[in-house]
């Protein structure tokens, strides 16, 4: 497989295990479902966040970032491979990390004790103030060039038209494996959580560009935050429904269908995306069993790390 993408693909600096292999999964969720293994890009890199990072530290670097700036949840999974993808290209990591009251810091469990241990610059931030965090990393930009450092902003979830380009590649591989499993008599779906939207956006640009719909490949999304008219566009397709009790908040049939699949598999999903995304699979497949065509592919996009910080609920389903 030639290396160079497309003739506009942008500079990459490589930070992931690539290709992730694929493989069938022996839990009955009503089709078989082959999965794709992204959570195993890497281990401090684990997850889909590294597939669009290495477009995104590529810019930094070729601008001589000395510091990345990014924001997002508590147990950001974005935030923490930002956070270690720096360190490795040699550059210094601020985090802006939305939490209840940033005068009472979370507990340092999960991708939060990796972010303390890398050595990130944690500015914890409340509910009302991510409003404004694009102002609140524009302003620790400018700290950093004051004190004499370049800074880098990576907006949340690493979401943006530079960032999409890490599903393209990831879909390249996909598709390829896909070949002999996918036709247009016996179609399958490949599914993904949608938190942000950029792994959506990459997935969805690179089937159109490599026409994947006359190979029998489609492409849907299962949201874990906000609703379906947020995110659609004429051609994503997201089924909502499954947000449940929130976002990165876990109903017990979810952590009972994590548990599941890790007795039947020996695969971890975490509460906030893949348990939550692979959950709605399962729903929709109860519904209508032919709702993904002849198979899913399942894109398991990390998320590991995530699943420390839920210790207590998960260990009350077991
Ligand atoms: C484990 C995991 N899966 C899925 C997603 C969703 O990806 P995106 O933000 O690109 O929609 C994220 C990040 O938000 C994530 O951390």
Same mark, same amino acid.
């Given at each position: 497989?030639a290396?160079q993408l497309?003739t506009?693909?942008p500079?990459r600096?490589p930070?992931?295990n690539q290709p ?8 009955d969720?009503?089709v078989?479902?082959?999965l794709?293994?992204d959570?195993q890009?890497?281990t401090?890199l ?6 669009k ?6 810019e ?5 970032a000395t510091?990345v700036i990014?924001c997002?949840?508590?147990q950001?999974n974005h935030?923490?491979a ?8 040699g550059?210094?990591?601020?985090l802006l990390l939305?939490t209840d009251d ?11 004790l ?6 990130a610059e944690?500015?914890?931030i409340?509910r009302?103030a991510w409003?404004d965090?694009?102002?609140?990393m524009a ?14 902003i990576?907006p949340e979830g690493g979401?943006n038209a530079?960032?999409s380009?890490?599903?393209i590649r ?7 494996q ?6 247009p ?8 959580a949608?938190?942000?939207? /950029?792994t959506?956006?990459g !997935?969805v640009?690179a089937? @159109?560009?490599? =026409?994947? %719909?006359d ?5 849907? +999304?299962i949201?874990?935050?906000d609703?379906r008219p947020?995110f659609?566009?004429?051609d994503?397709d997201?089924i909502?429904?499954?947000?449940g009790?929130?976002?990165a908040k876990?109903r017990p ?10 007795r039947?598999?020996?695969i971890i999903f ?5 348990g939550?995304?692979f959950h /709605?699979?399962?729903?929709e !497949?109860r519904k209508d069993? @032919?709702?993904f =065509?002849s %198979?899913v592919?399942?894109?398991?996009t990390? +998320?590991?790390?995530g699943?420390f ?5 998960i260990v009350?389903?077991?």
């Amino acid at each position: 497989m030639a290396d160079q993408l497309h003739t506009r693909e942008p500079l990459r600096v490589p930070l992931a295990n690539q290709p992730t292999r694929g493989h069938w999964l022996r839990y009955d969720a009503g089709v078989k479902v082959w999965l794709k293994r992204d959570d195993q890009t890497g281990t401090a890199l684990t997850g889909n966040k590294v597939r669009k990072l290495e477009y995104l530290m590529a810019e930094a670097l070729a601008g001589n970032a000395t510091h990345v700036i990014t924001c997002g949840g508590e147990q950001s999974n974005h935030a923490r491979a930002t956070a270690f993808a720096a360190t490795q290209l040699g550059m210094k990591s601020v985090l802006l990390l939305r939490t209840d009251d940033p005068e009472k810091p979370p507990a340092p469990t999960g991708n939060i004790l990796l972010d303390r241990l890398v050595g990130a610059e944690i500015v914890w931030i409340s509910r009302t103030a991510w409003r404004d965090r694009e102002r609140l990393m524009a302003e620790q930009a400018a700290l950093v060039t004051a004190a004499g450092g370049s800074p880098y902003i990576i907006p949340e979830g690493g979401s943006n038209a530079l960032g999409s380009w890490g599903y393209i590649r990831g879909m390249r591989e996909l598709a390829t494996q896909l070949a002999d499993i996918a036709s247009p008599e016996k179609p399958i779906t490949i599914v993904y959580a949608c938190g942000s939207g /950029g792994t959506g956006a990459g !997935l969805v640009m690179a089937a @159109k560009l490599f =026409g994947l %719909a006359d190979l029998g490949i489609r492409v849907a +999304g299962i949201n874990v935050c906000d609703d379906r008219p947020y995110f659609t566009e004429a051609d994503i397709d997201i089924i909502d429904g499954h947000v449940g009790a929130g976002y990165a908040k876990s109903r017990p049939e979810e952590l009972a269908t994590i548990r599941d699949v890790c007795r039947s598999d020996g695969i971890i999903f975490d509460p906030v995306y893949t348990g939550k995304a692979f959950h /709605g699979v399962v729903t929709e !497949l109860r519904k209508d069993p @032919k709702r993904f =065509g002849s %198979a899913v592919a399942f894109l398991h996009t990390g +998320g590991i790390y995530g699943l420390f910080a839920s210790a207590e609920s998960i260990v009350a389903m077991l």
